[in-house]
């Protein structure tokens, strides 16, 4: 159910999502209903009265969402299945207030306490155990600041040390007090302020610019790719000129997702997934999101989304999300706010019909 939140005059109104006013038996299934697209939610006593969560979810200026999320003693699970459907990349950077994590990802494991700061992708899958917890997140889209992307990206992904992460995590953990009682000609201000606090932290020094450099050419070819995704002239070479590379220098940027040609291919068919469960496409044919989408012939397309999905386009449109259906209380997030990132919101969180 929804609750509402402080906001600064002119800032629009948070995204809260809360379990709190459910019966106890109902709040786990609530809980998956809105966030079981992003990781499978368990808990270790699902009908005990102190099962929940509470996050409230601030946009901070374009590609930027700052969260604070309060939960049980509570497991995430994050698996392929989830992170091919939903393609989220986005980077998160988080610190704890109070409580333990034990988290397991490809790149790193972690027990973390209050005040240590954690950087991964959203790309990745993760298991993420919590005690009794409380913690802030800021959610960054690769699209923000490529040259930001790229030093973090050339960074290994893991827990934070030394000063200019402390100094990082005090910053996090002042920002929703701050963001919540700011006017609208403020935000700007403390996103610029966290943006350059982020580089000028993390960045400094480390890593090498050869590593920044490298990435910072994946960004900008990630960006172009994004922005001309329904087009069927989308193709390595063209990528290649445009961005001054050879086509193997191409390839190699994008060797981990199998060739850029690949990662083309998958980020489209995750785009149609994502787009044939959103009840706006609903007077629009498979055929025609697919074409949109860079797909034009429709029995190729049908090929590859049922072996990248395991289901036909017709039987994910007709199912929905997975999972249980959503309870009638009004469980789920509100629709974005105006002034957010509206695609990167509901995706994150999972918005009604997702």
């Not at 392929?80 to 994590?101: C, K, N, P, Q, T």
């Not at 007090?177 to 006017?183: G, I, K, Q, W």
């Not at 068919?269 to 999101?289: D, K, N, Q, Y």
Request: glycine share 10%; with cysteine; hydrophobic share 45%.
């Amino acid at each position: 159910m929804l609750a509402p939140a402080p906001t600064g005059q002119g800032v629009p109104a948070p995204v809260v999502f809360t379990t709190d006013g459910l019966p106890p038996a109902r709040r786990v299934e609530a809980w998956n209903a809105a966030f079981g697209a992003l990781n499978a939610i368990t808990v270790p006593n699902p009908d005990g009265d102190g099962v929940g969560t509470l996050c409230e979810n601030r946009p901070l200026g374009a590609g930027m969402v700052l969260s604070v999320t309060r939960v049980s003693p509570t497991r995430f699970a994050r698996d392929a299945a989830r992170a091919r459907r939903d393609w989220l990349d986005h980077w998160v950077l988080r610190v704890l207030r109070r409580g333990e994590s034990r988290l397991r990802h490809p790149g790193f494991t972690a027990r973390l306490g209050p005040g240590e700061p954690v950087l991964f992708s959203m790309h990745e899958t993760w298991e993420a155990e919590w005690t009794e917890a409380e913690w802030v997140s800021l959610c960054i889209s690769r699209d923000l600041h490529p040259q930001l992307s790229a030093g973090l990206g050339a960074m290994p992904p893991g827990p934070l040390r030394g000063a200019g992460a402390g100094l990082l995590a005090d910053l996090m953990l002042a920002l929703p007090r701050r963001l919540a009682t700011a006017a609208a000609a403020e935000v700007p201000v403390l996103a610029e302020a966290t943006r350059a606090t982020i580089a000028a932290c993390l960045l400094t020094g480390t890593p090498s610019p050869p590593a920044i450099a490298t990435n910072l050419a994946k960004e900008r070819v990630r960006q172009a790719i994004r922005r001309h995704i329904g087009s069927t002239r989308l193709t390595p070479e063209r990528l290649a000129a445009a961005a001054g590379l050879s086509r193997s220098a191409l390839y190699r940027l994008f060797e981990a997702e199998g060739g850029v040609a690949a990662h083309i291919r998958d980020l489209r068919l995750s785009l149609v997934h994502a787009a044939l469960r959103e009840p706006a496409s609903a007077g629009s044919s498979i055929a025609e999101i697919a074409a949109a989408h860079g797909f034009p012939e429709p029995s190729a397309f049908s090929r590859a989304f049922r072996q990248a999905f395991g289901a036909t386009p017709g039987e994910v449109r007709a199912a929905g999300l997975p999972g249980p259906a959503p309870p009638r209380e009004p469980v789920a997030p509100a629709a974005p706010p105006s002034g957010m990132d509206g695609d990167f919101t509901v995706r994150l969180y999972g918005a009604p019909g997702r």
